[in-house]
Nanobody
Framework: QVQLVESGGDSVQAGGSLRLSCAAS???????????MAWFRQAPGKEREGVAA????????AYADAVKGRFTISVDRAEKMSYLVLNSLKPEDTAMYYCAADWRTTRAALLTVNGYHYWGQGTQVTVSS
């Protein structure tokens, strides 16, 4: 059972930046190399939404329109880590951010909740105006 642990959430002012980290365990480096990695977020009273994802082959990335140009996802396969850099943060970015992973995710499902079996517990990002 793959385990994911997020860190890096914080309270920042609008315009600020953060880097979220996701550490994967109970998975070999070889297997991790086949996993799609993604970040989702969920604000109070709203559905969980896909923010950014990266496919394991070809370096394909996907971003929600609301974060394009501001957020960047990356993966360190050797360290079994995923990162999300959040720049130019806005109050509407306030949410719990979750890391997700799965080896079965298709390119079409990169930003869908149903595309992932493994989830972390989340890290809170709060942006004040």
């Amino acid at each position: 059972q793959v385990q994911l642990v997020e860190s890096g959430g914080d309270s920042v002012q609008a315009g600020g930046s953060l880097r979220l980290s996701c550490a994967a365990s109970r998975v070999s480096i070889g297997a991790f190399g086949t996993y799609s990695m993604a970040w989702f977020r969920q604000a109070p009273g709203k559905e969980r939404e896909g923010v950014a994802a990266i496919y394991p082959f070809g370096g394909l990335t996907a971003y929600a329109d609301a974060v394009k140009g501001r957020f960047t996802i990356s993966v360190d396969r050797a360290e079994k880590m995923s990162y999300l850099v959040l720049n130019s943060l806005k109050p509407e970015d306030t949410a719990m951010y979750y890391c997700a992973a799965d080896w079965r995710t298709t390119r079409a499902a990169l930003l869908t909740v149903n595309g992932y079996h493994y989830w972390g517990q989340g890290t809170q990002v709060t942006v004040s105006s």
